[in-house]
């Protein structure tokens, strides 16, 4: 009798409404625009951006060394260094100068003479690394830097035994001491004006400031050979056709020289 009961109640029990319910409840989904959109940036090819060197260390010891040497003479001789840079535009200021003392012998010279050396050896050196780009024999840059130097003070040693050696063949001791005199002055004035100048150019990597410190050297170079001629009429013995062409050959001519010797083996 329990038997058939529970078969009868297997047989009549009630149907599972779950899956019923459910197909109810989960109807056809539908999407609806997302607020979220693509981005409107464009794809470029990807380049790889060149860095920026920094300057060796030897560059900032010439820098260091440069102010250096400017802060010892405008400290202790602050006096000479403004008659120095008075003396261009006026005579009377020369001869102040001149009775103040032999500016030959004197330790300013020394210090401002190393700092135009240093400071034009590193125009010169810039130049060729911005604007030329010509390898020294596949030197390291230190040593196209020390050959620069190199050069630069042997073509100064070279002129004034060339003058001196003049002097003596013509008779003009007294003039060509005022000539040198006034070569050693803008020499000291232009190495004091590229030291400034020349930070902004290592460190701004600027040819607009390089071409600003040759024009500026340019400009003071004939400044200069236009006062040297000024200096060559007092002598009255001379013409001013022979002064002339002394002029151009101590000042064009060794540079004319040494840039085709460059072109050549460059």
Known sequence: ????????????????????????????????PSPFTNHALQTV???????????????????????????WAQVFYHRRVRQVFQAPFSK??????????????ERVSVALGTLYLLTFSLLLYQVNEMILHT???????????????????????????????????FNTMTTTRAYLLNTLIFCLIIGILLLPL?????????????????????????????RGFFIGISLTKFSYLFLFVY??????????VLVKIFLIYM
């Not at 020349?198 to 236009?226: A, E, G, P, Q």
């Open 1 to 32: 009798m329990g038997l058939l009961f529970r078969k009868v109640n297997f047989n009549h029990q009630s149907p599972d409404t779950t899956t019923l319910l459910e197909s109810s409840l989960l109807t056809t989904p539908t999407f609806s």
């Open 45 to 71: 090819q990807f380049r790889n951006r060149e860095s920026h060197q920094l300057q060796p260390d030897w560059i900032l010891g010439i820098l260091v060394s440069g102010f250096i040497l400017l802060a």
């Open 92 to 105: 009377r200021f020369i001869n102040q100068l001149i009775r103040d003392g032999n500016l030959f012998k």
């Open 135 to 169: 390898a020294f024999f596949h030197l390291p840059p230190w040593g196209i830097y020390s050959l620069i130097l190199l050069g630069v003070t042997c073509y100064w040693l070279g002129k004034i035994i060339t003058i001196q050696f003049l002097s003596v063949v």
């Open 198 to 226: 020349l930070v902004l150019v290592l460190y701004l990597k600027s040819i607009l400031i390089l071409w600003i410190c040759l024009i500026c050297f340019t400009l003071i170079f004939i400044f200069r050979v236009m």
């Open 247 to 256: 002029l151009c050959s101590l000042e064009f001519l060794p540079l004319l």
